[in-house]
T-cell receptor, first 114, second 117 residues
């Protein structure tokens, strides 16, 4: 039973345009969400997070949106750059019931074309 | 500040052998986690230490896996005996509780790629 789903295994965008990566979850106890970026042969790198009490968090070119009623979050990257090409993982935690462990999606491979 | 380090980066062993993976967390981080990614699928939680104590080991697949964190510093994950399905990338992560806010972002090491043949 996969509680965090990233239905798009890959996404390709042009440099300078917006990249939108999507994530859906099923566990209503999740109260904290994170996005990680992963380059080949490296570990995931923390990108941005959002608490369930918010619906938006912005950090430079990266913005995460949370729609609790739809159990959906998205990561917007604008403008996209070739160096953003990586696998992006959505992760969630249910701090009250499951502590701080993270539940990950399968990842989306983003390719930004020059 | 040094990040999370893991050793070895790669390990190839035969079925039935024993392998020990090591993780050194970021200095001062009380929380240490082990995760595993199998065949390019999602990254799955294995267990969580707070200092030297196992806080949550609900993700450990079976009793062939043994994790320790003596002294609350580095951790080891031993697989004995290894099976073919244990192949994958094993990640370690650490985090530090921020006063009044709980444990949030986890910082990952580069992983150990384990291949069991």
């Amino acid at each position: 039973d996969q509680q965090v789903k990233q239905n798009s295994p890959s996404l390709s965008v042009q440099e300078g345009r917006i990249s939108i990566l999507n994530c859906d979850y099923t566990n209503s106890m999740f109260d904290y969400f994170l996005w990680y970026k992963k380059y080949p042969a490296e570990g995931p790198t923390f990108l941005i997070s959002i608490s369930s009490i918010k619906d938006k968090n912005e950090d430079g070119r990266f913005t995460v949106f949370l729609n609790k009623s739809a159990k959906h979050l998205s990561l917007h990257i604008v403008p996209s750059q070739p160096g953003d090409s990586a696998v992006y993982f959505c992760a969630a935690s249910a701090r009250e019931t499951s502590g701080s462990r993270l539940t990950f999606g399968e990842g989306t491979q983003l390719t930004v074309n020059p | 500040e040094a990040g999370v380090t893991q050793f070895p980066s790669h390990s190839v062993i035969e079925k039935g052998q024993t392998v020990t993976l090591r993780c050194d967390p970021i200095s001062g981080h009380d929380n240490l986690y082990w995760y595993r990614r199998v065949m390019g699928k999602e990254i799955k939680f294995l267990l969580h230490f707070v200092k030297e104590s196992k806080q949550d080991e609900s993700g450990m697949p079976n009793n062939r896996f043994l994790a320790e964190r003596t002294g609350g510093t580095y951790s080891t994950l031993k697989v004995q005996p290894a099976e073919l399905e244990d192949s994958g990338v094993y990640f370690c992560a650490s985090s530090q509780r921020r006063p009044g806010q709980g444990t949030y972002e986890q910082y990952f090491g580069p992983g150990t790629r384990l291949t069991v043949t």
